[in-house]
């Protein structure tokens, strides 16, 4: 009898290893079968097609659109395309400067110079238009094309020409490209008595000991608790979200760990050094921007009740990538695992492999998540980003303040107010006066500025439903009515809504005058998320409680 199930099994296991061979077999075949009809059909294009095809160009196209069918994390950067060294090293060869596209001038234009950058060192300002780069004019020109003209090897040079507004002769000058490390850190300091403020903006190479340094000078100018702003933070390197999460968590904690397909994409994450401190307060921003490793040091930080998560509900990207170098050059980022942070909980919202009618990915709902807990027992889920322990939701802003946030005239209005005024009030306390006020609503009205124009067209397209239903003859006087209140009055507008429209304005302004480091400090004056969550850290009862302790 023992020997009959002996055989039995081993007949059992053949037959599955035969069942496997043959699934193996046949999605190997139909690889080769796929890639030998994609591998002809090029062949057809290359022979017969009415125009000549670069062999480059056309198969990136279906590169592309292969991997975009895949998810959006899966991505080919061929061999001279130096994005991929910028997300993984945070540098890059170029000016160290923020552009933007102008449209009445449809040129580029400095938007914000880096500190310390060549373009500084040359004496760029933001609002000045470039004009040329070698000779070679650029009007027209999209930011993409301007930019790949400005970077290029360190060390080597080139030719700018630019017209700065209010001055009759163009400026010209020869600027040196260096390699720029972009400031993910591009603030810190004590805000409030005790309370230090960290915002890290990235995760790549050595920001990690960035952010370990600035806690450190922070502990030494007083700081007892900590407000950490990962907000908009889309994330980046796994290992530094990792060694960041270690300066607030004992060493040995496992941070999360990651499974894929293969036994290398397997991985278990835990913090290598002693910490910074284990017991500092914390508190963590985070809104629908943060991503990625800004989810995994805020989720670890919640799973562990080390830290308030405080703000809107996380991206929920639990996808890793890695980078895979291709034998002709060139590189493939790709989707090979998918992370857990300590409570165990996957936080991925998004199924690529299975769409909606409209091509979006579908989200699975709060009802069907899973339950899991934190170390000391909290209740969590997973499936759909860190959920904060203290929501605090953005404000919805009105159609003029997006409107106005992304015209040339209020850019116009805060370049002519840098050149007129020699300095301003320190960061963080500057404001406009009613009568600077008063001159942008001036500026803004001579720019010819237009807004409603949503409304607008929804009311046509209203006028046009009722025209072709035949109603349009008894609501004539009803929409011409309602036209003419929607039409809006831009000074009245304008001083209603100031409170919604002026930071955008003083922060633009500031960072003229102190740069991106200043920026974050002024966008802190009003910031509901920010002020929420030092009220957290100064009620210790209600800061215990929502860790469970």
Same mark, same amino acid.
């Given at each position: 009898m023992r020997k009959m199930r002996r055989t039995l099994l081993l007949l059992l296991c053949a037959l599955s290893l035969s069942a496997f061979a043959q699934k193996s077999e046949n999605h190997n075949s139909s690889i080769a079968r796929n890639l030998s009809t994609f591998n002809e059909i090029y062949r057809h294009l290359? $022979?017969?097609?009415?125009?000549?095809?670069?062999?480059? !160009? %056309?198969? &990136?196209?279906?590169? *592309?659109?292969?991997?975009?069918?895949?998810?959006?994390? !899966?991505?080919?950067?061929?061999?001279?395309?130096?994005? @991929?060294?910028? $997300?993984?090293?945070?540098?890059?060869?170029?000016?160290?400067?923020?552009?933007?596209? *102008?449209?009445? *001038?449809?040129r580029v234009v400095i938007s914000e110079p880096y500190k310390g950058s060549p373009s500084e060192k040359a004496g760029l300002k933001a609002g000045d238009i470039l004009m040329s780069i070698d000779d070679k004019d650029v009007k027209g020109m999209n930011n993409t094309a301007v930019s790949n003209m400005l970077r290029g090897e360190a060390g080597t040079t080139f030719k700018l020409k630019v017209q700065r507004p209010g001055e009759d002769k163009p400026r010209s000058m020869t600027i040196t490209r260096e390699t720029i490390t972009i400031p993910h850190v591009p603030y810190y300091g004590i805000v409030s008595p005790g309370v230090g403020y960290l915002y890290l903006t990235g995760f790549a190479e050595n920001d990690a000991l960035q952010v370990r340094a600035a806690v450190m000078e922070l502990?030494?100018?007083?700081?007892?608790? @900590?407000?950490?702003?990962?907000? &908009?933070?889309?994330?980046?390197? @796994?290992? +530094?979200? %990792?060694?960041?999460?270690?300066?607030f968590l004992p060493k040995g904690t496992k941070v999360v760990y990651t499974k894929g397909k293969t036994s290398a994409s397997n991985r278990e994450y835990f913090t290598r050094l002693e910490p910074v401190d284990t017991v500092m307060p914390l508190a963590v921003l985070v809104s629908g921007g943060s991503a990625s490793a800004s989810e995994i040091l805020s989720g670890s930080l919640q799973d562990m009740d080390r830290a308030v998560i405080v703000g809107t509900r996380t991206y929920g990207k639990g996808l890793v990538q890695s980078i895979r170098d291709l034998d002709y050059g060139g590189n493939l980022k790709i989707t090979t695992a998918r992370y857990y942070i300590p409570s165990g909980r996957c936080i991925q919202a998004y199924d690529y492999r299975h769409l909606n009618p409209d091509g979006s990915a579908k989200t699975l709902p709060d009802s069907l998540t899973t339950l899991f807990h934190t170390r000391g027992g909290r209740e969590v889920r997973d499936g759909g980003g860190i959920k904060p322990d203290v929501e605090v939701l953005a404000d919805t802003l009105p159609t003029i303040v997006i409107d106005l946030a992304n015209h040339d005239a209020l850019f116009d209005f805060c370049t002519h107010y840098a050149q007129t005024h020699a300095s301003i009030a320190p960061a963080g306390e500057f404001h406009l006066t009613d009568a600077e006020y008063e +001159?942008?609503?001036?500026?803004?009205?001579?720019?010819?500025?237009?807004?409603?124009?949503? !409304?607008?067209?929804?009311? /046509?397209?209203?006028? /046009? %439903?009722?025209?072709?239903?035949?109603?349009?003859?008894?609501?004539?006087? +009803?929409?011409?009515?309602?036209?003419?209140?929607?039409?809006?009055?831009?000074?009245?507008?304008?001083?209603?809504?100031?409170?919604?429209?002026?930071?955008? %304005?003083?922060? /633009?302004?500031?960072?003229?005058?102190?740069?991106?480091?200043?920026?974050?400090?002024?966008?802190?004056?009003?910031?509901? !998320?920010?002020?929420?969550? @030092?009220?957290?850290?100064?009620?210790? /009862? +209600?800061?215990?409680?929502?860790l469970g302790k």
């Amino acid at each position: 009898m023992r020997k009959m199930r002996r055989t039995l099994l081993l007949l059992l296991c053949a037959l599955s290893l035969s069942a496997f061979a043959q699934k193996s077999e046949n999605h190997n075949s139909s690889i080769a079968r796929n890639l030998s009809t994609f591998n002809e059909i090029y062949r057809h294009l290359d $022979m017969f097609y009415v125009d000549s095809l670069n062999a480059d !160009t %056309v198969m &990136e196209w279906g590169i *592309h659109s292969m991997l975009n069918r895949v998810d959006p994390y !899966t991505t080919y950067y061929p061999q001279d395309d130096d994005e @991929l060294m910028v $997300m993984a090293q945070g540098k890059y060869a170029g000016i160290g400067s923020i552009i933007r596209f *102008h449209k009445k *001038h449809d040129r580029v234009v400095i938007s914000e110079p880096y500190k310390g950058s060549p373009s500084e060192k040359a004496g760029l300002k933001a609002g000045d238009i470039l004009m040329s780069i070698d000779d070679k004019d650029v009007k027209g020109m999209n930011n993409t094309a301007v930019s790949n003209m400005l970077r290029g090897e360190a060390g080597t040079t080139f030719k700018l020409k630019v017209q700065r507004p209010g001055e009759d002769k163009p400026r010209s000058m020869t600027i040196t490209r260096e390699t720029i490390t972009i400031p993910h850190v591009p603030y810190y300091g004590i805000v409030s008595p005790g309370v230090g403020y960290l915002y890290l903006t990235g995760f790549a190479e050595n920001d990690a000991l960035q952010v370990r340094a600035a806690v450190m000078e922070l502990k030494e100018q007083g700081a007892k608790k @900590l407000v950490l702003d990962l907000r &908009e933070n889309p994330g980046g390197a @796994l290992d +530094e979200s %990792v060694d960041i999460a270690n300066l607030f968590l004992p060493k040995g904690t496992k941070v999360v760990y990651t499974k894929g397909k293969t036994s290398a994409s397997n991985r278990e994450y835990f913090t290598r050094l002693e910490p910074v401190d284990t017991v500092m307060p914390l508190a963590v921003l985070v809104s629908g921007g943060s991503a990625s490793a800004s989810e995994i040091l805020s989720g670890s930080l919640q799973d562990m009740d080390r830290a308030v998560i405080v703000g809107t509900r996380t991206y929920g990207k639990g996808l890793v990538q890695s980078i895979r170098d291709l034998d002709y050059g060139g590189n493939l980022k790709i989707t090979t695992a998918r992370y857990y942070i300590p409570s165990g909980r996957c936080i991925q919202a998004y199924d690529y492999r299975h769409l909606n009618p409209d091509g979006s990915a579908k989200t699975l709902p709060d009802s069907l998540t899973t339950l899991f807990h934190t170390r000391g027992g909290r209740e969590v889920r997973d499936g759909g980003g860190i959920k904060p322990d203290v929501e605090v939701l953005a404000d919805t802003l009105p159609t003029i303040v997006i409107d106005l946030a992304n015209h040339d005239a209020l850019f116009d209005f805060c370049t002519h107010y840098a050149q007129t005024h020699a300095s301003i009030a320190p960061a963080g306390e500057f404001h406009l006066t009613d009568a600077e006020y008063e +001159e942008l609503i001036e500026y803004v009205k001579e720019a010819d500025f237009t807004y409603n124009k949503r !409304t607008e067209e929804v009311l /046509d397209l209203l006028r /046009d %439903v009722a025209k072709r239903e035949g109603y349009i003859d008894d609501c004539a006087a +009803e929409f011409e009515a309602l036209k003419a209140k929607l039409k809006g009055d831009l000074r009245a507008d304008m001083l209603k809504f100031r409170k919604e429209i002026e930071p955008y %304005v003083c922060d /633009d302004i500031v960072r003229r005058y102190y740069y991106e480091r200043g920026g974050v400090r002024q966008a802190l004056q009003g910031d509901k !998320t920010f002020e929420r969550a @030092l009220e957290v850290l100064a009620n210790e /009862d +209600e800061y215990r409680k929502l860790l469970g302790k």
